[in-house]
């Protein structure tokens, strides 16, 4: 199929648009300019087909065009286009409620509503505050993140993340009192490992460490990705999440659990959380909850966290928070819509009838020339390049160059290449993924 010419904007009508987490100058110099979707490509803008080994941004897990949640959020537009969710309702809100509830782990069904994961970070980090406090616990401040983690681009979300360059122009006002555990990725031990890796589930025992040093009676929540993507791919070593949830429970510390990337069937299961059998007090999400279709996110949290605010005199406000677009109507008749498909076409557990098929395939790069280490679970694989002497990052940015040219769309975060498909990628997609990356690797210097 080919796309429908696109007016291509001339190079002096790419200034304005100041891009998020893009070289601006050299995008406007070379642009990739996306104009149509479909299932598992995207047309660009002068009619080349593409690929989508990403899922957009890990967020089309259902596949792209899916017209029951354009018409879903066009019936939801023409009845009622927005209504406030302070003090009033509307019903889909609720709705939606009860069905994120029912596919959570056990006991997470209580939801707030965002539009985005950076906004369900930052949202649970303030519930986890305000929770010690409704208990009493009030001086329970700190928060306890991990190295090369990514929550979001809010200031919570920044403190408690890892990854130094989102990190240090903001440095002055980071949140103060929070500290971060050492990152489990570790090539030496672990280098194309399938699946989770074996080594480095005492790495969890640093929390100890840190709750030695600072009392865990100051500590309010700790905050890890199950699998961390954004830095890369970057699996729990086995029993790590357990020790974690462990140490949490034994000192009374909140733990989160940020499934903005392995929510809605990324890694098997719903969430990371049913697939690695642990249960974390709260759970932020975003992304696949509307096949990116709507921006929309949401924070699952125990039924004990809520019920802890539910005191106090019954008109009182319970939580000073929230945003003019909590559960948007739009946005949850997108939810709804999507929530249908992922039932209908079994796509929540799809990575994991699929998933051996994805880490044969990406494993079968092992041996190829740069490549350094091969990291897989579900559907997400990460393939990690030996870098360039000096030139951290730009092997992989070529390759993710040369692969946009080649026709497949991948993301480079440092020497490596990340891939999370949308879960409806067929066999012959992710040969066409994996061969493309290996000709690339191939030749590239
Ligand atoms: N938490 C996690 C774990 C994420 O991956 C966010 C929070 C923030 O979500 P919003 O919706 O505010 O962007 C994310 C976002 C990438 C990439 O390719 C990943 C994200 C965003 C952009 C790029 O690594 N994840």
């Known amino acids: 199929m080919s796309a429908q010419p696109t007016a291509i904007p001339s190079p002096s009508e790419l200034d304005s648009f100041w891009m998020p987490f893009t070289a601006n100058r050299h995008f406007k110099a070379h ?16 009619g080349r087909e593409i690929i989508d080994a990403v899922a957009g941004l890990w967020c089309c897990n259902a596949g792209h065009g899916r017209h029951e949640i354009a018409q879903a959020v066009a019936q939801q537009l023409n009845t009622m286009e927005y209504a406030p969710t302070f003090q009033m309702g509307h019903p889909a ?42 208990r009493g616990a009030g001086q329970r401040t ?23 360059n989102n990190r240090k122009a903001f440095s002055a006002a980071m949140l103060p009192g929070v500290d971060h555990l050492p990152h489990t990725l570790d090539i030496g031990h672990n280098a194309f490992s399938r699946g989770l890796p074996h080594w480095g589930a005492h790495l969890a025992n640093e929390l100890e460490r840190l709750i030695g040093l600072h009392d865990a009676s ?33 000192h009374d510390i909140l733990l989160i659990f ?11 299961k719903p969430f990371a959380s049913i697939e690695f059998e642990v249960t974390p007090d709260l759970m932020t999400t975003a992304k696949g909850l509307t096949n990116g279709a709507i921006p929309m996110g949401a924070v699952f949290a125990q039924r004990k966290i809520y019920d802890a605010f539910m005191q106090g005199p019954e008109s009182a406000i319970e939580l000073f928070h929230g945003y003019t677009y909590s559960a948007h ?20 557990t799809r990575a994991a009838t699929i998933g051996q098929q994805w880490e044969d395939a990406l494993h079968a790069l092992r041996g190829t020339s740069h490549v350094i280490d091969i990291r897989n679970y579900g559907l997400v694989g990460a393939v990690e390049l030996e870098p360039r002497p000096v030139k951290p990052g730009a092997r ?24 999370s498909p949308p879960l409806i990628v067929e066999p012959k997609h992710i040969t066409r993924i994996v061969e493309t990356l290996a000709e690339v690797i191939r030749v590239i210097e």
């Not at 642009?31 to 002068?46: I, K, S």
């Not at 109507?329 to 929540?348: H, R």
């Open 31 to 46: 642009p990739r300019l996306l104009a149509r979707a479909e299932g598992m490509y995207y047309w660009t803008a002068d």
């Open 93 to 134: 809100a609720f709705e939606l409620a009860n069905r994120l509830a029912k596919l959570a782990p056990a006991g997470m069904d209580r939801v707030f509503f965002t539009n985005s994961g950076s906004e369900s970070v930052d949202t649970a980090l303030k519930i986890a505050l305000a929770y010690h406090r409704a």
């Open 142 to 164: 700190r928060f306890i993140g991990r190295e090369k983690g990514y929550h979001g681009v809010g200031f919570g979300g920044t403190s408690v993340g890892g990854m130094v």
């Open 218 to 250: 100051t500590i309010a929540a700790v905050i890890v990705e199950p699998v961390a993507g954004s830095a890369g791919v970057i699996l729990p070593p086995l029993g790590y999440l357990k020790r974690l949830r462990e140490i949490c429970t034994k």
């Open 258 to 268: 940020d499934e903005v990337i392995t929510g809605f069937g990324r890694l098997g």
């Open 329 to 348: 109507p739009a946005a949850c008749a997108a939810a709804l819509a999507t929530l249908d498909i992922y039932a209908k076409e079994g796509l929540l």
């Open 396 to 419: 992989a940015f070529e390759v993710f160059l040369k692969c946009f040219e080649a026709g497949v769309m991948t993301r480079q975060t440092g020497d490596v290449i990340a891939l």
